[in-house]
């Protein structure tokens, strides 16, 4: 069975920091992953990607020093380091996999992933 399973959020104040886990199940073929986020009226944004077996790592500019994406093959979870949190970094945070070739540029575009979780809560404090 296909299913991606996040874990991590909370709450936070202002410059702290959270690390996001995002577990695949041995079932789910991925030749990309991400990171996507959604606040209440806002659409969803990609915020990090990376190739399954490449090294090649992609962020949104709002995050970008920040954050950091990694990926830990042999226990099929990708990670979201995110450090220097700020408010507007609030929101429901999505993990997201794709099956299949994906350019770079579609990386953060929602309906090129097969596969999400079912979100996990980050909520920032000022």
């Known amino acids: 069975q296909v299913q991606l399973e996040e874990s991590g959020g909370g709450s936070v104040q202002a410059g702290g920091s959270l690390r996001l886990s995002c577990a695949a199940s041995e079932y789910t073929p991925r030749n990309s992953m991400a990171w996507f986020r959604q606040a209440p009226g806002k659409e969803r944004e990609g915020v990090a990607a990376?190739?399954?077996?490449?090294?090649?790592?992609y962020y949104a500019d709002s995050v970008k020093g920040r954050f950091t994406i990694s990926q830990d093959n042999a226990k099929n979870t990708v990670y979201l380091q995110m450090n220097s949190l700020e408010p507007e970094d609030t929101a429901m945070y999505y993990c997201?996999?794709?099956?299949?070739?994906?350019?770079?540029?579609?990386?953060?575009?929602?309906?090129?992933?097969?596969?999400w979780g079912q979100g996990t809560q980050v909520t920032v404090s000022s």
């Open positions: 997201a996999a794709k099956n299949g070739w994906i350019t770079y540029r579609d990386l953060f575009h929602p309906d090129e992933y097969n596969y």
């Open positions: 990376i190739y399954t077996y490449g090294s090649g790592t």
